[in-house]
């Protein structure tokens, strides 16, 4: 018996010393069916009058308190339904054989009945009515009210109390904690009970199977093992929101599955998310389910895109996000399995897998996650969310659909802003190919030593998208098709083009506006990563930011 | 004990779809749809061609959808199933 499972602090010191209105008001009578040592079903429907005891084996005051069940049992069992309720299988048959005790204890080792009961100590005794309402309880063991309490019992029903010598008995014990409140059990039994928010079917896993590899061979994971999904988990994820579990997210294609609360939880689950990024992925996924994002063309496209999501905001700190050495790679938690989480989602709840729906030709890295923060504090300039619109104080997260990245912008010899942003602009005009001119948008992920050398020079993000735009410019005969490469503008449609324009010129992007800009990344090292995205705008995809909620 | 864990998925039973009776002969209303990628025209321009040279009996429409990253506005779907009686969809590049 272990003295640390015995309930001696000052919190249960309430639940002790309550009235016996309290306690009667806090519990509640369960009706069940449960095994007695003899594998006989006893059921308890609640219609006639009872007495009920819950004990566990490892409480020092349970086991006190077995000679007078015992005398309990013997007096008044053929009066009164008497049901004696151990909290252990194995703790039931010990007690049994060492105290030998004259009644079968019944078996509550799944602590679904002491947890409909809201027992939180035991011994818990309680006394039912034939309406099945409590007319007393006492919780722990004190001598006299047990004594007053059973006399009572037995007066009623004119017959003699136990018989017992009293005087042998502690005065007073505290009752120990009840194994249905322990924090082992009481997820499990949250999920379990007839309240629990879970509504997700439940999948058993055989005895001998392994759970990791039965999730591969359902086709639930991205190709890396899952953590299991158990109601435990899902449970615990769900506190990271204040979102009701059924409220749908959001409606993903391509199988225009209904993504829950509750969904996303059991994915954020699998991909190793706390509770506290939940709010991130449920924004995200509602952020990629617009019409604007199009996340159904951004899985089957061929060319292989895949949502890139920045986070800024307090949430940043708060999830402990990585903005700083390595922020784009592995390593931190909250990055890989927020973006991991709504990959997760989009396969399992949207239904886009590779070679079904998903038809990248090449497939990505980026397919598995990609989501990191910015460093806003890094630099001068307005953080990606409040350029957007939003308040610095919010937290906010923005997703592109970017076909590849980050690759690098290299330039260490720059020592303005004239240069570095001429550098990133003719670095990009190979994005798609050399002749692909206002197809697409690109994400820049500016590193501290680049964002030092525009500081420098006074450079806002404006100036660095105007000079990328400056530096690109090109005749649009020079975006024809030649015999070096046979992409670009045809010659019928440039001539088309110029005729109504002389001296028509395009850059790379259709607008400013297409180079997006965001700071991370490690103080050494004057790299810019570069995201190349997709079909840019409403015939393909619009970036999309979503406010997070404040939990 | 057996190990359980919750669903992933959207639970939803996939509605198992017939393929439409095919026909012995090729007439009446038939839909060319170009998905709006490169060529795709060029593709249903020689198509368009050839059947016309073989079955007189068909009248071919050209439809074409908005973008071909976005699945066909329901509108353009309602039409052409209105007003055809088969669809030849180009994909092309």
Known sequence: MSEDTTTYDSTSGGALEASGDDITAQLAAPSFKLSNLHGDTVTRTGDRPSVLCFIKEDCPTCIAVLPVLSALHNSLAEHIDVYLIGQTADGNQRMTEQYDLPFSLLDDSTLHVSYASNIEIVPTLMVTEADNQISDALVGFQRDEWQTLLQNVAGRLGTAGPTLDWDRLPLWRPGCGSLSVDPTHADRLRAEAEDSPIRARNIEIGQLDDPFEFMFDQGFTDGLPVVPPTAERVLRMLAGTRREAQEVVAVMPPNMGEVTVEKAAINAVMAGCKPEYLPVVLALVEAICTDDFNIHGVMATTMGASPVAVVNGPIRERIGMNMGIGALGQGNRANATIGRAVRLIVRNVGGATPGGTERSTLGSPLKFTMCFAEWEERSNWDPLHVERGFEREDSVVTVWAMSSGPSLIIDQESLDGDQLAGTMGKTMETIFNHKAYSHTNTLLVIPPEHVDTFARSGYTKADIRERIQTVTRRDIQDLVADETAGVGIKPELAEKMAAGAPGLQLSKFAKPEDVHIVVAGSEAGKFTGCFHGWVAGPKGSIPVSRKIEEV | ?93
């Open chain 2, 1 to 93: 004990m057996s190990f359980k864990i919750l669903d992933p998925t959207n639970e939803a039973v996939p509605v198992t779809r017939q393929v439409t009776p095919r026909p012995e002969k090729l007439t009446g209303r038939l839909a060319f749809l170009d998905i709006s990628k490169p060529r795709g025209n060029v593709l249903l321009d020689r198509l368009q061609e050839a059947l016309e040279q073989r079955l007189p009996q068909i009248e071919i429409t050209r439809y074409t959808k908005p973008t071909f990253s976005k699945p066909a506005p329901d509108a353009l779907r309602v039409e052409i199933q209105r007003d055809n009686d088969f669809v030849i969809e180009a994909l092309a590049d």
